[in-house]
């Protein structure tokens, strides 16, 4: 397949590893902020190419998993009510809420509907009329522009049964949360290339600068990904920090102008709880006044709940990086796919779902 | 700064989606709640079909229900793989397929019409089968109560061959064999189901698979297991495989052919082509030095002119049992498991 086989290629790759053995002369600890980078690097083993001493760290870019608690109930709630047909990505289907998830309400007969485009979901509520229409909007920078689009559409087709509960991530905000973090142990950082090809990379040249790590946005498969990893290395080894874009194929410094304005345009800036962390300042996006008919938290008056997560399960460290998936006493013991314990466990892009999906023969007889 | 994580939720107390899936959920549903009230010898064989044996001959049996949607896909439709799905079920025992049955559940309010299509496709593939619909029966349920057709077909088979077709006949040493490239009828009735256009084509691998089957036995290949690759695609049926007959499988990566279709419709979609269903694909247990054979006869049929070795059955120590490693392009290995509920496309 053109553009993915080239960059999947085992002399390459093969190649690339051997740049990174032979450049790298210290321990060094890098974390790629996406969990599709994540799974990418257990699916090909990337790090058993790699120098023992350089340590991958798994970060919080998952938007299954970040997802908080107080949201997934609303969702739930929401998703149960018989005049509402609720319309989701399939991944959030089986994250846990605090007493159930997505799929045990379509089960006990709410009427969900799981969506590929968003767009989609202004279809439903058209040939809908007498039902309320609630799109669940949630993901990083990636899936905003898609989501602010159909709001925008929303209003121009007059749709008043149409509604969004929003639930968006800020990807800058959290590296500045863990850089700033006594606890961080990160020197370097990927950013993701997607993320990076709809807001460009300008705004991390300040976090790069103030924490002196170097940031490298790249891409998603195994050659892009140890060509990002070799730049880290290359600047740590020289005492170096700053924004490299290795990912130019999709991604340019000022991003996707067309993609930001429709952001600019519908959605402004708020805090946003991370499931697991806790809350970040400016790190989410709620709908602009001007979009306020269309925020299903205010159509449907539901109050916000605190988080009160205290099961014991580690997904917050996990996400910091502060620990690894198999340091949690439950990883492949209670806590298996197909019964999750945290939101890592089941999104494709969750830390803990790689672990397990891709462990090693050689480690299985440990769970 | 709070680490807290979800709270875990309690073990489903109703039937999911997820339990139809053909992976773990389904597994865990016939162990705890099928299984133990009805539990037999033949059950225990694990295999797509009970061998019985009935006066001096053996007779396979088996059965199965049709509840897709839509009815009419790219590449077939619901009343062939009706047909297709039970023949291939006990060509997997190494019967040769005569006789079906036919059970309707037709929903208030399905066009006739839609009746006729299905009906005459199921006719059409019984007569390619060499089958035949002896027996049937019709029911209707209210509107709103069914998808408008769901099709069970029951099959039973003549085993002819003297070999032991089952899991348990699997031994160290041999070579796994696949038919074909995997994955096409998951993702082709994905995308016509969601309405998904990804501007190439996609079809679903919808066949009979009974013919290259007969011409291994026929031409004395000593076949140790088939397994045809349905829900949960290959790698489910490689672990429930490796799980039965207590040895570990040895597959690269590399070495399974995928279509670039279904290869760009599982990258878009965050899908694993490993785990597509598919319809019209077997892999095959036989003995090493067997596979040149096997596979000149295999190519002779089209729908399994592409057939190729996938891996091996490895000898292990007894902990190692029942598990499948993976080799990826680059050489590193990891654990494949079965499916743990349904497929869901990814965010972004």
Request: net charge negative.
């Amino acid at each position: 397949m053109r553009y993915i086989d080239e960059y999947r290629q085992k002399q390459s790759i093969r190649q690339l590893a051997g740049e990174i053995q032979r450049t790298a002369t210290k321990p060094w600890r890098i974390m790629e902020i996406c969990g599709g980078q994540t799974h990418a690097i257990m699916k090909y083993g990337l790090q058993q190419l790699l120098p023992e001493s350089l340590e991958l760290i798994h970060g919080p870019g998952c938007p299954v998993c970040v997802t908080s608690l107080e949201t997934m109930d609303l969702a739930i709630s929401l998703a149960s009510r018989k005049d509402v047909i609720f319309c989701s990505f399939g991944d959030m289907l089986r994250v846990p809420g605090s007493s159930q998830d997505l799929l045990a309400v379509k089960a006990a007969g709410g009427d969900i509907r799981t969506l590929y485009s968003p767009l989609h979901a202004l279809d439903v509520a058209e040939q809908n009329p007498d039902r309320e229409v609630v799109l669940f909007a949630i993901g990083f920078e990636t899936t905003a522009p898609a989501h602010a689009l159909t709001a925008c559409l929303a209003r121009e087709r007059g749709l008043a049964n149409f509604s969004i509960l929003v639930s968006h991530f800020l990807v800058p905000p959290a590296i500045e949360a863990i850089c700033a973090s006594p606890k961080s142990r990160i020197q370097a950082f990927l950013a993701a290339g997607h993320v990076c090809s709809i807001t460009g990379y300008d705004n991390y040249h300040e976090l790069s600068r103030s924490h002196c790590v170097p940031i490298v946005v790249t891409g998603f498969e195994p050659l892009d990904i140890l060509d990002g990893i070799l730049a880290c290395v290359r600047q740590l080894e020289q005492g170096e920090h700053r924004v490299e874009n290795r990912y130019a194929r999709a991604v340019k410094a000022e991003g996707n102008p067309q993609a930001r304005a429709r952001l600019e345009e519908v959605f402004e800036i708020s805090a946003q709880t991370w499931r697991g962390v806790g809350p970040i300042p400016f790190s989410g996006l709620t709908l602009r006044p001007a979009f306020s008919a269309l925020d299903a938290r205010k159509r449907f008056s539901i109050e916000s709940r605190p988080e009160s997560d205290n099961s014991g399960c580690l997904s917050g460290a996990i996400m910091q990086g502060l620990k690894k998936p198999h340091d949690c006493p439950h990883f492949g013991k209670r806590c298996r796919p197909e019964h999750p314990l945290g939101a890592p466990m089941v999104s494709s892009e969750g830390a803990c779902a790689a672990y397990y999906r891709y462990r090693k023969r050689s480690t299985a007889d440990e769970y | 700064m709070n680490t807290d994580c979800p709270l875990p939720i309690a073990t489903e107390q109703t039937i999911r989606l997820g339990h139809g899936s053909g992976g773990e959920l389904t597994q865990r549903l016939l162990r705890q709640f099928v299984l133990p009230h009805i539990d037999n010898a033949w059950l225990q064989q694990g295999h797509d079909s009970a061998a019985l044996p009935i006066g001096n001959t053996q007779i396979a049996f088996t059965t199965d229900s049709f509840v897709i949607t839509p009815l009419f896909f790219p590449g077939g439709d619901i009343g062939e793989l009706a047909v297709f799905g039970t023949v291939n079920d006990l060509a997997m025992s190494g019967a040769r397929p005569l006789y079906l049955s036919c059970s309707l559940i037709l929903e208030e309010g399905l066009e006739m019409d839609i009746l006729q299509q299905v009906m005459a496709s199921m006719g059409r593939a019984a007569t390619a089968t060499g089958v035949q619909l002896v027996t049937g029966d019709t029911k209707v349920v209210e509107r709103g109560k069914g998808d408008g057709l769901y099709i069970n077909t029951a099959g039973i088979g003549l085993v002819e061959s003297l070999q032991t077709i089952t899991p348990q006949a699997i031994e160290v040493g041999d070579a796994i064999l696949l038919s074909g490239d995997i994955g096409r009828h998951g993702i082709a009735v994905m995308a016509q189901r969601e309405g998904l256009e990804f501007g190439f084509p996609l079809a679903s691998d919808c066949a009979p698979l009974h013919q290259p089957v007969q011409a291994l036995l026929n031409n004395g290949i000593d076949v140790h297991c088939l397994r045809d690759l349905t829900r949960g695609g290959l790698a489910t049926a490689m672990v429930e495989l490796a799980e039965t007959a207590g040895l570990e499988f040895w597959i690269s990566e590399d070495h399974i052919p995928i279509s670039e279709s279904v290869q760009g419709a599982c990258e878009l979609l965050g899908l694993d082509a490993l785990y597509a269903a598919n319809e019209g694909r077997f892999i095959a247990f036989v003995p090493a030095a067997e596979v040149d054979s096997a596979l000149n006869l295999l190519a002779a049929h089209p729908v399994s002119r592409e057939a190729c070795v996938i891996g091996r059955v490895n000898a292990v120590a007894p902990r190692d049992r029942g598990r499948v490693i993976i080799e990826n392009t680059l050489g590193c290995e990891r654990l494949l498991e079965r499916l743990p509920g349904e497929q869901l496309p990814r965010i972004c």
